[in-house]
């Protein structure tokens, strides 16, 4: 019954979990895209300055530098989501993961205190009892 239990609340924890992970990295993978769209343009825009460089006055010189500048401040802000969004689903998960050990441990220690009432050994606990700890007289035990 209490095995029932312990599965029933541990499933209904974890209903949600697949959703939210497929969010998650579908989440992560549109960041990636936007990240690798962003180095594209930033090459694009160092390419078009290298060759005009020599024909730029100093301040469409600046204005080009700051637009290669933003354009790397846009993907390391894509990068830094990615990271954080992938550090959320680990604890996402750990969570789950410890909750389950958790469970897990009270289990056990319910199944061996219910198995020490009722008189039967755990099977980490087996050890070789005499007969006279049952109230039955062993030969060996009375010579």
């Given amino acids: 019954m209490a095995t029932a239990i312990y599965l029933e609340h541990y499933l209904d924890s974890i ?15 549109e960041l990636d895209n936007r990240a690798e769209e962003k180095k594209c343009e930033i090459d ?15 301040d ?11 354009g790397f401040s846009k993907c390391k802000e894509y990068s830094d989501d990615k990271v954080q969004l992938a550090m959320q689903t680990y604890e996402m998960v750990d969570k789950h993961i410890r909750r389950l050990d958790a469970d897990l441990a009270r289990f056990e220690n319910e199944l061996k205190e219910k198995l020490d009432v009722s008189g039967y050994e755990s ?13 039955l007289i062993c030969p060996t035990a009375s010579q």
């Fill in 15 to 29: 209903e949600n979990l697949p959703c939210e992970l497929q969010r998650n990295f579908t989440l992560m993978r």
């Fill in 44 to 58: 694009k825009l160092a390419e078009e300055y290298i060759k005009t460089v020599r024909n730029l006055a100093p």
């Fill in 60 to 70: 469409q010189r600046v204005e080009h530098l700051q637009k290669i500048q933003s």
């Fill in 123 to 135: 099977p980490d606990n087996r050890t070789a009892k005499s007969k006279t700890d049952c109230g």
